[in-house]
Structure formats: structure tokens, C-alpha cells
């Protein structure tokens, strides 16, 4: 602001604390002994421009009733603080999800989706949904249950409405399964988490998300990167749905034993913190049948509420952490950039050459 000197100016504080809960009162305590430090990004190099079909406009609360309406869908309590620490409310979510909706909802249709809530904000419980229950979102639709015939139906997120009416149901995530509703025996990507440990610094993640790219290109794979919304990188792995989930889970296990093996200073294969300290732990296990993992695009139920962006992999020395992006100031990355990924659909590659490679047999022997 060009009015007011830089010291003068700092975060609002929401009016009333009554809706949050004891564990969140008890967040708001910690964070008022903690100071805050504002970082300046850098800004990614330029590229083309995002598609024509920009955000939507941003949803405002009314004078008479505090509520807000986005096409047709109602929007309660739009200023309930959901994020205590940084003061983000659900209608700072709504605006969030209305601005990249034409990027998630891509990732979302045409498979299982599952949803991160937090009905009391995130200092009280979170809950991770599969299924419709009690549920009544517009348009949220319910898949065919022979995907899991011991389980109740999956859900699947593939319209404007039934995102807006999620997030109006306090969803913060969405997650979806590696494989499509209509081939859901025959994975379509596998997924790796670059999680770490303690003393890790970011460096070492970047150089970490590197090494295995390196790796990957070398077996035949091309792959993905996005920021997680949290502390690490995921790396995706496009495939064409051909093997089933033993094989390509028993793939994704020989790739990260092989790098735990060959740089163990670096990569962990076990979990658990006392196995990743000063390491990072490679996830592969979001790739056996029902596991789920953040969506691109997906804002993550964490403070600060960061975003997992797709990026380019030139990208990966600018960017600072995982939530890099939160949905506090992605909208410009979201306006200059759009999807990074517009490669993806086109990346036809199967696992042949990377099971040959390291010996591991169809079924994931």
C-alpha cells in the first residue's frame, strides 16, 4: 500500500473467536507467542499464459444475512475462521476453489475421490470421507460400488457444483485414487511422496526430487512434479493403464528400495521418524488399491492451508518449501501460469522397460 507507511501494516485478526473450539483457542494461544515472518517469493520464469476461460468472480458476503450465495449453492458462516493462525475463514476457501476450478476439477472427474473436512476449522476434528453418509452435496455423484464391492459406494467430484457444495460442506482436500472409474483394476499413475525427515533441509528435498527424477528418466519413465501443500514434493508418474495394482505397487516398492540403497545418506525405504532422520522417506505405499493422495490443485488442511501446484520441473530451485503456494497467493500463479502440466494427458509410457530393468516381476514379485 502506497498510503500507509510498510511498518503500519499487519494481518487482521478476526472479530469474534466464538465459533472456534478449545483445541483452537488453545492454537490461537501458541501462535500469540510465536512471532511470524513475512517471505517474498520468487517468481517463476515467464511462460504462456493460462487459457482464456479466466477465475470466476469472488463470492462476498451479504449485508443482511452474512451469508453468500455462489450460483445457487449457499454458502453458511462464510466468515467462520478455518485456519486460526493465519486468520484464513471458509470463505477465504470458497474464493480459493472458485479461482482454480477449471485446473482441479481435471484431476477430479472420472475418479474415486475422497474428502478432507473440517467441520470445527482445523484445531478440531479432521475427517477423512469416502463415502456419501449423511452427506447431501449438489452433484456429488456416487460410483458404481463393484470398484469396492466390500465398501460402500465411492464418490466422484466432476462438476462446478459439486466442488462449491463440497467446500460449502467444510471439505478442505480432495484426494483421488491412482486409476479412472471406468479401468479401476488397472492403475494409471503411480505417486511418490518425498516426505522428510527430521533436520532435512529444503535443499536437500530439491536435490532429493532431482536424484529421483534422474532415476526415473533412466528406467524409462518420464514424471511430474508438484508442490505437496505441506513440508515435501510429490513426483507423478503417468501410465498407461495396463498392469494391475500388485505389479505396479511391487514397482514403486524395487524403485524406492533402489534409491534407499544407492544414495542411503539421502533416501529412507521405511517409514516412521526414528527410520527418516537427517533422510527423506519415500512413499510408495499411496500406490496399493484404495490409497489416495492430495490432488493437484487440492488446498491441504494444515496451517497456513497450502496448495499442491503443479510445476515444471525448472521450477524446482525457485521454489521455498512444499506450501510454497497457499490460497493466500496462488491466484496469480494460477492467472499467469494455469496448469503446468500440459503434457501430462499426452505421456503415453508403460512400466516394461523399468520392471526389466529392475527385475520385478508382473504381480509385483
Known sequence: RSDKPARSIVREQPASTATIGAAAAAEAALVAKTSSKTEVLPKAKAAKKAPAAGPRAPAKKTKATGETTVEGIRISHPDRV?????????????NYYLDAARLILPHLAGRPVSLVRAPAGLGGQIVFQRHAGTLHIPELKELDKAIAPDLPPMLEVNSFAALIGAVQANVIEFHTWNTSKKN?????????????GEGVGWKQIQEGAELARAFLAEIGLASFLKTSGGKGLHI????????????????????????AAVVPERFVAKSGPKNRVGRIFVDHLRNGFGATTASAWSARARPGIGVSVPCEWAELGVLT??????????????????????????????TAKAMKTLGVEPGGG
Open 82 to 94: 478455518i485456519d486460526i493462525s493465519s486468520g484464513i475463514t471458509k470463505l477465504d476457501v470458497v
Open 321 to 350: 518449501d512444499g506450501a510454497h503456494w497457499t490460497i493466500r497467493n496462488v491466484r496469480e500463479r494460477i492467472e499467469d501460469k494455469g496448469d503446468a502440466w500440459r503434457d501430462y494427458a499426452k505421456t503415453k509410457q508403460t
Open 236 to 259: 507423478v508418474v503417468p501410465l498407461t493403464p495396463k498392469d494391475g495394482w500388485d505389479t505396479v505397487k511391487g514397482l514403486s516398492k524395487r524403485i524406492v528400495e533402489h534409491l
Open 184 to 196: 479401476p483394476t488397472k492403475p494409471d499413475r503411480m505417486v511418490f511422496d518425498l516426505d522428510p
